[in-house]
């Protein structure tokens, strides 16, 4: 099967890749800047990994190469977080997180969608959401909102494909908190882009340690059982729509709707 997957270039994405390349897929693995790019193709050579990759920024028109590869599966998996108060952040900030994580990421989507259905496959397509889409944490609306918007556009498109009937499906990952470097990254952000004038600039230190200590306590540092769900999804005749991980995800979840009210 050729596997396309996009922000392969650390944690998660990296790791389905390799994954997906031992059992014998024909593996695409793409980064953002040609940085990343040399450091991906050491890796995977120092692993002995033998995964095709390649720069694909998708939010220019990179994402043309695309045309030039029959690729059977998608994992949608490049996304960017950015934190700080809805209320005090450039609007630059937000607009920058949905056109990476729901704009440009679905408009490669619906790209490859086409060249399935032209080709006559029954191709699957698998896009990263998280579980934080049903979770209102503060500072972190910019992100966990761009979430809510990728499950409810994956939600909507299960529905058209089930209309068409055409052989391709889509299945949304909705991952809880994992240890990759993503959430620290996307905590310190703030300091960049808060407003200097507004009342969260003078405690964005004690808000940075009240998410650092949050994350501490609820990231998982193995997601090697995310993986194996993924890859045995991408191997189904019949993939389910929601991959959830940890086990007890779908439990909080549950519990969660339940008592917010």
Known sequence: MNVLITGAYSGIGYKLGCCLSKRGHNVYMTTETDEQLLR????????KIAAKSFKMDITTDDILLVDNIDIDCLVNHAGVGFSGSILYMDD???????????????????????????????????????????????FLGCYTSSKAAISMLCRSIKKELDYLNN??????????????????????????FLDKNSVFYKEKESINRLQKNLFKIIEKCDYSDLICKIVKEIESDNPKFIIRSPWY?????????LLRF
Do not use: D, H, W
């Not at 991906?40 to 120092?46: A, F």
């Not at 619906?110 to 191709?123: H, S």
């Not at 052989?167 to 905590?187: D, H, K």
């Open 92 to 138: 630059r900030v937000l607009k920058n997180n949905y056109e990476v994580n729901v704009f440009s990421s679905f408009k490669l989507l619906k790209r490859i969608y086409r060249n399935m259905v032209k080709r006559g496959c029954r191709g699957r397509i698998f896009v990263t959401s998280s579980a934080a889409a049903y979770l209102p944490f503060p």
């Open 167 to 192: 052989g391709v499906t889509i299945t949304v990952i909705e991952p809880g908190a994992y240890y990759t470097g993503f959430n620290q990254r996307m905590i310190e952000s703030k300091n960049e």
């Open 40 to 47: 991906l193709k050491r890796k995977l050579k120092k692993e």
């Open 249 to 257: 995800l779908s439990i909080f979840l549950k519990m969660y709707f």
